[in-house]
């Protein structure tokens, strides 16, 4: 499981520098793991985002987990680009 989260983490995070996307300064924890979480919250906990969060947390996968608030209005926020990147993430594993 982490092998495939830090495989993910790294092609979000390339693809969105690809894409031009840039964190807000202020943002203590970067798109990338936002969206790296909400992918293990899918896929090992049934979508359940605190446990994601907890388990990021207590694995320090990250400088900075967010509250499950902060995390959900992240989430919301970049939305937008979560299924063109889930689409690129499956192209990916087929290749792999």
Not at 15 to 37: R, V
Not at 53 to 79: E, I, M, Q, W
């Amino acid at each position: 499981m982490l092998s495939r989260l830090i495989a993910a983490f790294c092609i979000i995070d390339d693809a969105l520098q690809a894409m031009g996307y840039k964190d807000d300064p202020q943002a203590k924890t970067p798109a990338s793991a936002i969206l790296t979480l909400a992918l293990l919250a899918a896929l090992e906990f049934g979508g359940k985002h605190n446990k994601a969060l907890a388990l990021a947390k207590d694995l320090g996968l990250f400088t900075h987990v967010p509250s499950p608030s902060r995390f959900n209005r992240r989430l919301h926020a970049l939305y937008p680009l979560l299924l063109p990147l889930l689409h690129l993430l499956a192209q990916v594993w087929k290749h792999l």
